[in-house]
């Protein structure tokens, strides 16, 4: 992403093009690529720091005008100034439900490169939602799916890692990694997935590693973790039926092993499912309601980031 100030000269080797997004009152053209949108100086200041200090500065004689207004190009693109400014003479728009994920971008982009310091948290929120940094917020949203505060579409998952990284949004990261490994099959990861409108979602190749890594370091950890309670046995517990919990737990063991199936943060209701004593039963649950929250504290160490504490985000 570019930090180069706008320009202020008007270009003459391109054909302009007027947006939708053109006010016969405005005071100020801005330019992204062949587009102008005509707005106003007082509605960018109040909200951006950066053209707030920007009005303040003199005019040179020569500055490029159109209808009285100058000039001002800026190197972003066409979509990301029209999805920013729309929401600015909109106020409805972040009382949305929900938003797509390229306007949440272009805000993030744009809300960092200008210092639209009071718009950014709220469209960051939306993606810290989404992907939590505790264990309990990250339960209650696969609860109530219907809360979502974006818009859901095939690729997402991928698009959240690259945009979260990309613009250092990093205590998403954890959670959007983790997301991509069960939503994905180890070839997607490498191959990307078709979004509906025929494009391809990619991650980039660190993506890719850390997710590959992080396959493994879970897949691993669970065991000690998570799934920890069905080495337990049950020969030093007060298990009433040894062999048929054993039996039981050897099953189990043998599914798990032969799906591959990430289980870091299987449902505590799984000890429901097995045909175990009481004791058993209430251990395991005991052991696996500790093997989760360790699991979620680890979360990040397994894709090479750094722990919950120190993952901070750039707004």
Not at 286 to 300: A, D, I, N, S
Request: with cysteine; glycine share 4%.
């Amino acid at each position: 992403m570019s930090s180069s100030p706008p320009a202020q000269r008007q270009r003459s080797d391109v054909e302009i093009v007027r947006s939708e997004i053109w006010h016969p009152d405005g005071s100020v053209v801005l330019q992204a690529g062949n587009t102008q949108f005509r707005v106003h100086w007082s509605v960018l200041s109040l909200h951006s720091s950066f053209f707030r200090g920007m009005q303040g500065l003199p005019q040179p004689q020569d500055q490029p005008s159109v209808e009285g207004c100058p000039i001002v190009e800026l190197s972003d693109s066409v979509e990301d100034v029209k999805h920013v400014l729309a929401a600015l003479y909109n106020p409805l728009f972040f009382a949305q439900k929900a938003l797509t994920l390229p306007i949440i971008a272009s805000h993030i982009r744009l809300g960092q490169k200008y210092d639209f310091t009071d718009l950014l948290p709220s469209i960051v929120e939306r993606l810290t939602y989404e992907n939590p940094t505790t264990l309990d917020a990250y339960e209650a949203l696969k609860k109530s799916r219907s809360a979502t505060r974006i818009v859901g579409y095939r690729g997402l998952n991928f698009d959240t890692v690259t945009l979260a990284r990309e613009t250092n949004i990093l205590s998403v990261l954890p959670c959007a990694y983790f997301r991509v490994l069960v939503c994905s099959s180890p070839a997607q990861i490498f191959d990307g997935v078709n979004r509906s409108n025929g494009t391809l979602a990619t991650l980039s190749p660190i993506d890719q590693r850390r997710c590959s890594l992080g396959r493994a370091a879970i897949l691993r950890a669970q065991w000690v973790y998570t799934l920890g309670w069905v080495r337990e046995d049950t020969e030093d517990t007060s298990c009433t039926d040894r062999s048929a919990c054993q039996r039981e737990k050897a099953s189990f063991v043998l599914e798990c092993v032969g799906s591959g199936k990430i289980a870091a943060f299987n449902p505590i209701s799984i000890a429901d499912i097995l045909t175990l004593c009481p004791t058993c039963n209430r251990l395991s649950k005991t052991k696996m309601t500790e093997g989760r929250q360790k699991m979620w504290e680890l979360l990040p160490t397994f894709f090479e980031l750094p722990p919950w504490s120190e993952l901070k985000d750039n707004i």
